[in-house]
């Protein structure tokens, strides 16, 4: 059974950095493409970015802004998420997910539909 679990968030001031981690069990990370993807509330779940299963990352300008990098530690099977300067409009719940092993093309990493498993979120709270 595959099992994501996302930790890291909390509250911070404007300009502040977090780091989020997301620890899979039950699939090897190397062999699939992890997600990032963020919920404020009220609004849709948007994606941030993610990185393939040969490493390469991929972000969705409008929320990362250059401010983010994803990274990923093969040994361990978790991924993190590098948040830099952040801003009030960052606020929402930080969901990591993974795909289906095998290739994604860039463009359905946007895609929620994309990816098979989620974790239950952790929340990130920028104040002003």
């Known amino acids: 059974q595959v099992q994501l679990v996302e930790s890291g968030g909390g509250l911070v001031r404007t300009g502040a950095s977090l780091r989020l981690s997301c620890v899979v069990s039950g699939r090897t990370i190397s062999t699939s493409t992890m997600g990032w993807f963020r919920q404020a509330s009220g609004k849709e779940r948007v994606f941030v970015g993610a990185?393939?299963?040969?490493?390469?990352?991929?972000f969705n300008p409008d929320s990362a802004k250059g401010r983010f990098t994803i990274s990923r530690d093969i040994s361990m099977d978790i991924v993190y998420l590098q948040m830099h300067n952040l801003e009030p409009e960052d606020t929402a719940v930080y969901y990591c997910?993974?795909?289906?092993?095998?290739?994604?093309?860039?463009?359905?990493?946007?895609?929620?539909?994309?990816?098979?498993?989620w974790g239950r979120g952790t929340q990130v709270t920028v104040s002003s």
């Open positions: 997910a993974a795909a289906r092993p095998g290739y994604v093309a860039r463009q359905a990493m946007f895609a929620a539909t994309t990816y098979e498993y």
């Open positions: 990185i393939s299963r040969t490493g390469g990352a991929t």
